[in-house]
Nanobody, 119 residues
């Protein structure tokens, strides 16, 4: 059973940076990909970034390209989201998700971490 635990959220001002972490805990862990998805108040969940586990190929939403960087640490079963030049529009709960091998989509989700960017 895989459990995802996010950390690193907080309250920052416009232009600041934050680094989110998501650690996967499991006796053995393997994945096709991992992703960050966010949900702003009153809005649908929105894809932010993803990374293919084996080859570290990355994908970004247009709204975060050039500002956010997703990365992974294979030894720690952890992904990161470095967020720079934060804007109020980046405010929301950030969820980590994993697509395990054999799954058709992201099938395990973390509990989320709150990111609030004040103007």
């Amino acid at each position: 059973q895989v459990r995802l635990v996010e950390s690193g959220g907080g309250l920052v001002q416009t232009g600041a940076s934050l680094r989110l972490s998501c650690a996967a805990s499991a006796r053995t862990f393997s994945a096709v990909a991992m992703a960050w998805v966010r949900q702003a108040p009153g809005k649908e969940r929105e894809f932010v970034a993803s990374i293919r586990w084996s080859v570290a190929e990355t994908y970004y939403a247009d709204s975060v390209k050039g500002r956010f960087t997703i990365s992974r640490n294979l030894a720690r079963n952890t992904i990161y989201l470095q967020m720079n030049s934060l804007k109020p529009a980046d405010t929301g709960v950030y969820y980590c998700a994993v697509q395990r091998i054999g799954a058709t989509g992201y099938d395990v989700w973390g509990q989320g971490t709150q990111v609030t960017v004040s103007s």
